[in-house]
């Protein structure tokens, strides 16, 4: 439960920088909060940056046990996709400034007022915080949002470059509409990941680190105690940082969660929508997907191309972002 979870209502929070606590289950009905307001359509140009991919057939998910039946990665099922563009990396901070500034837009940790940090990237001189249900390692941070991803203390000057996280799937979902663009779903977004090869793990392959080469920013170390940082970060990394896959495409695994604009379901993959799926008709979570600098081995290791997750539209944590595309 690497991901946060916002759970307002029935998240069991024991006292301050406490280390135990019980899980927000999926299907937690959630507090009503003001939507997102409207925000003027924009644009970025078909022709700025886009990769085009073909579409076709691809076998997506997995009939591998990779650990982690709740999170529905099978079976393996052939699907047909039409042509897309994706962006090469995900939104930046640079570039949700630039629609937060255009737009005046509030996100919804904003509006919040807190939201989830990583308790190893608070610094010894703080507020105290309460820890998550069974994630003590998530911390209610007040001012944590996406200018100041760590809590009121940090900011994104120096990262501007890096992935913005805090940013709920609602808030995804304005920056998009701002930019003329959409969310993938999640079967465009596992083809792109793929980029090319079939059958793999990763985007690169069966092996998480080729010849001792780190592709991917996750925790290196004993989690949630230690990360070594091998991989050259300990928080997240630049949006184009390492090797991109073989559709140019870069950390289509590690780094932060991608959300995708389907509702979540662990028995998805069981519909036989095998042409453009666009998932089940409603739901209570939206998919995430990618894994992030958090996810470790330990944890049902969760930054391989068919790793699921999910969580509420409102939700946002430190580890949350999300890239764009367009229909051809």
């Known amino acids: 439960m690497e991901q946060?979870?916002?759970g307002t209502e029935t998240a069991v929070w024991q006292g301050e920088d406490s280390g135990a606590a019980g899980r927000v289950p999926r299907g937690t009905v959630r507090e009503p909060v003001r939507g997102p307001a409207p925000v003027p359509h924009a644009r970025i140009a078909p022709d700025d940056g886009w990769t085009t991919l073909p579409g076709g057939e691809f076998v997506m998910g997995t009939d591998r046990d990779e650990g982690c039946p709740e999170d529905g990665e099978g079976p393996a099922h052939l699907v047909s996709l039409s042509a897309f563009s994706i962006r090469?990396?995900?939104?930046?901070?640079?570039?949700?400034?630039?629609f937060a500034d255009d737009t005046g837009y509030r996100t919804d940790a904003e509006r919040y007022g807190w939201s989830f940090v990583f308790a190893g990237l608070l610094p010894a001189q703080r507020p105290p915080t309460r820890a998550l249900a069974e994630a003590p390692w998530w911390?209610?941070?007040f001012g944590a949002d996406w200018r100041h991803p760590d809590g009121p203390w940090s900011g994104v000057d120096d990262r501007l470059d890096h992935p913005v996280v805090q940013v709920s799937w609602r808030d995804a979902r304005a920056y998009c509409r701002w930019a003329?663009?959409?969310?993938?779903?999640?079967?465009?977004?596992?083809y792109a990941a793929r980029g090319g090869l079939a059958g793999k793990r990763y985007p690169w392959g069966d092996t998480r680190e080729p010849r001792g080469v780190h592709r991917m920013n996750v925790w290196q170390g004993e989690f949630?105690?230690?990360?070594?940082?091998a991989d050259g970060w300990l928080g997240t990394a630049p949006a184009d940082s390492y090797e991109p896959n073989g559709f140019g495409l870069y950390n289509m695994t590690g780094n932060v969660w991608e959300w995708c604009a389907d509702w979540f379901s662990p028995v998805a993959y069981a519909i036989n929508d095998?042409?453009?799926p666009q998932g089940p008709p409603s739901g209570s979570h939206r998919v995430l997907r990618g894994g992030s600098y958090l996810c470790h081995e330990s944890s049902c290791s969760r930054y391989r191309v068919t790793s699921r997750g999910a969580n509420t539209v409102d939700n946002a944590a430190g580890t949350l972002g999300f890239r764009c595309v367009l229909s051809a």
């Open 4 to 6: 946060g979870w916002r």
């Open 88 to 98: 090469p990396c995900v939104v930046t901070n640079k570039e949700f400034a630039e």
């Open 139 to 141: 911390r209610q941070v």
């Open 180 to 190: 003329g663009c959409r969310l993938p779903t999640e079967a465009e977004w596992e």
């Open 224 to 229: 949630p105690e230690h990360n070594t940082g």
């Open 274 to 276: 095998l042409r453009d």
